[in-house]
């Protein structure tokens, strides 16, 4: 399964609800039912007019990269896969080799930090846009 680079972004994104997207999206975006381009522009200025729907589809979708479809968390399946079929058996892994996590925007943010992404993702890193304040109801 391929990982798409948006995901890895943390962009929400709307998409026509086909069998690829959805297995690689999951329930980080919003889906059409295909070819409904009325539908599509809707979701879109949802998107838009909703910045807590794009940090949490866009929280989930960085998840989902890291977690789902990743390569490191799927090699260890595979290796045990092939060992059972051919008789192997290996020691530990070695975790030292593996490639570090997909960076946002590079070494500046903390991912580990939820708070930190979490902001990052509200203001997309950009330091002349505040966090807007919800209305007084």
């Known amino acids: 399964m391929r990982k798409p680079q948006y995901m890895a972004y943390g962009l929400p994104s709307v998409s026509f609800d086909l069998a690829e997207t959805r297995v690689s999206a999951g ?3 919003l889906f059409v039912a295909d070819g409904d381009l009325n539908g599509f522009v809707d979701a879109i200025e949802l998107l838009l007019d909703d910045p807590e729907l794009r940090v949490d589809l866009g929280m989930k979708a960085r998840h989902r990269v890291e977690t789902i479809l990743d390569w490191r968390p799927q090699a260890h399946r595979y290796v045990c896969a092939f060992d059972a079929v051919l008789g192997l058996v290996r020691g530990p892994a070695m975790p030292e080799l593996a490639p570090p996590s997909p960076a946002i925007v590079g070494d500046d943010i903390d991912l580990e930090d939820a708070n930190v992404l979490t902001e990052f993702m509200r203001t997309r890193g950009r330091l ?3 966090t807007p304040s919800p209305d007084p109801v």
């Open 128 to 130: 002349d846009r505040e």
């Open 27 to 29: 329930d980080s975006a």
